[in-house]
């Protein structure tokens, strides 16, 4: 019987809801994800939790320190990973000879949902029962998430899903790594540039400012990005050497804004760093820089270094 059905029956509690199923719960590092596990354990259903990170073999190194930090505190937690592209996203991107885009957005799929269901079933084999899926998101985050309820069934993972923070706001996220003691990821706390998310780093929908941050603390991604880029434009051309009469754009990590119907104007990662140093518009370079340090946010400007850090 799936959650739905245990509500429909009368059910009302987390406890009548879930019963005595496992628990396949999501981390990434972030802040809501691990105010989630937290949470869970808080419940009393630490045994039951089997924790997962995708890896997407994209994510800031500070990730995999910060979860490493977050294994000595939550236990053990597995990372999936698809056979198919063990170099992660920039294995995806050379093999596909493309760039995920806001409509194809295949490397979520690729990277994300199909580790996490292999894993699941691989779980559910091993314990003899279905699993319910834990996901640490909330409705405050975007529009698309606020439509998202606590319970749901079926979805992409193929299994019962469970968001138990849905609900929260992000004082009640920073209330509750406080009340543990943990620390957020080192990317939160910066004093330039502090990260609002964490994940794939950077995502192909980031913001202006996010892009910006990696340009100027991590120029090294925008090395790799714009290699990756060549890479993948040569191949393209190898297969479409009459691109240029087709009017056919090479492919780039960031698309600009589509301007005339069927037109996807590709930027190249270096025009798209240029612009993101400037104001709204796109033709300004701001003055002065405004900002507060990310560890404002969590009243952490006063301690030391977290130990992730160290």
Request: hydrophobic share 35%.
């Amino acid at each position: 019987m799936n959650v739905l059905d245990r509500i429909a029956e009368g059910a009302r509690h987390w406890s009548e809801i879930i019963e005595d199923r496992p628990l396949l719960v999501s981390v990434s590092g972030g802040k809501d994800s691990t105010a989630m596990a937290l949470w869970l354990i808080d419940q009393g259903l630490a045994d039951r939790c089997h924790y997962v990170f995708a890896d997407t073999g994209w994510e800031h190194p500070d990730v995999y320190k910060y979860l490493e930090y977050l294994e000595n505190i939550i236990g053990p937690i597995h990372k999936a990973t698809n056979s198919k592209y063990p170099g992660g996203f920039a294995d995806l991107v050379r093999k596909k000879g493309m760039f995920p885009s806001r409509k194809f957005r295949f490397c979520t799929e690729q990277l994300k949902v199909v580790p996490i269901r292999e894993y699941a079933a691989q779980l559910t084999e091993e314990l003899g029962q279905e699993l319910i899926s834990c996901v640490g998101i909330r409705a405050a985050e975007s529009r698309s998430r606020a439509a998202l309820d606590m319970w749901d069934s079926g979805g992409p993972i193929k299994l019962d899903t469970w968001r138990p923070i849905i609900e929260w706001g992000v004082d009640d996220v920073i209330e509750y790594h406080n009340r543990h003691n943990v620390v957020p990821c080192s990317l939160y706390l910066r004093d330039k540039h502090p990260a609002s998310r964490v994940g794939c780093y950077p995502c192909i929908m980031s913001r202006k400012k996010e892009i910006c941050g990696v340009a100027e603390q991590d120029s090294w991604r925008i090395d790799e990005i714009r290699n990756l880029e060549l890479e993948v434009q040569e191949k393209y051309i190898g297969r479409n050497p009459d691109w240029k009469d087709q009017k056919w754009q090479l492919p780039t990590m960031f698309q600009g804004r589509q301007y005339k119907k069927g037109e996807r104007p590709m930027t190249p990662i270096d025009e798209v760093v240029e612009w993101s140093k400037t104001s709204h518009g796109g033709h300004q370079y701001p003055l002065i820089e405004i900002g507060e340090p990310g560890c404002r946010m969590w009243g952490l400007c006063d301690m030391g270094t977290s130990k992730d850090d160290e």
